[in-house]
T-cell receptor
Framework: DAGVIQSPRHEVTEMGQEVTLRCKPISGHNSLFWYRQTMMRGLELLIYFNNNVPIDDSGMPEDRFSAKMPNASFSTLKIQPSEPRDSAVYFC?????????????FGQGTRLTVV | GQSLEQPSEVTAVEGAIVQINCTYQTSGFYGLSWYQQHDGGAPTFLSYNGLDGLEETGRFSSFLSRSDSYGYLLLQELQMKDSASYFCAVLRSARQLTFGSGTQLTVLP
């Protein structure tokens, strides 16, 4: 398997624009996580899906952020409108949750810069 | 709420042993994981403790005490390539994985 695939790897956009980040989890995994990483706030859990259903979105910072998982092989994180403070590295991770150890596999991240 | 505390920085020399502590406060605690992240890279899984005690994986070991809400990662025979950030992460019963702020380990020659 190619691992968790995120696109784009880098995104530079102007304030106010819509940004869509994409993630393809590892085939067969049933859990998907979106994280945001900044120097100030570390790795923050934004939202967690299990079997394509959002279980915990308490980390989504504002209504400007939304996430979907229409099927087991694809998820998106959308920011509309984007603001400079959204600049960060966004990671997607997936795991196969069998009730025990949950080893999460991370994608390479999307580095978002909002100017 | 929930919180995870770990030191922000640790420095050690090659060949030494270093311990990175993690204390946590959370509801629905299920287990404690450790991840490594090199600069510019993605976090990668190192170990998981679901029960009290020590788990050993090569040069790395991890310990958990559920009664003390405490765990640590032990790195032995340090190598230069071990210079990275190390994160403890709480796995909760609803299966969320929440990370601490990370410990930057610098290994000196």
């Amino acid at each position: 398997d190619a691992g968790v695939i995120q696109s784009p790897r880098h995104e530079v956009t102007e304030m106010g624009q819509e940004v869509t980040l994409r993630c393809k989890p590892i085939s067969g995994h049933n859990s998907l996580f979106w994280y945001r990483q900044t120097m100030m706030r570390g790795l923050e859990l934004l939202i967690y899906f299990n079997n394509n259903v959002p279980i915990d979105d308490s980390g989504m910072p504002e209504d400007r952020f939304s996430a979907k998982m229409p099927n087991a092989s694809f998820s998106t994180l959308k920011i509309q409108p984007s603001e400079p403070r959204d600049s960060a590295v966004y990671f997607c991770a997936s795991s196969f949750d069998l009730g025990g150890n949950t080893e999460a596999f991370f994608g390479q991240g999307t580095r978002l810069t909002v100017v | 709420g929930q919180s995870l505390e770990q030191p922000s920085e640790v420095t050690a020399v090659e060949g030494a042993i270093v311990q990175i502590n993690c204390t946590y406060q959370t509801s629905g605690f299920y287990g404690l994981s450790w991840y490594q992240q090199h600069d510019g890279g993605a976090p990668t899984f190192l170990s998981y403790n679901g029960l009290d005690g020590l788990e050993e994986t090569g040069r790395f070991s991890s310990f958990l005490s559920r009664s003390d809400s405490y765990g640590y990662l032990l790195l032995q025979e340090l190598q230069m390539k071990d210079s990275a950030s190390y994160f403890c992460a709480v796995l909760r019963s609803a299966r969320q994985l929440t990370f601490g702020s990370g410990t930057q380990l610098t290994v000196l020659p």
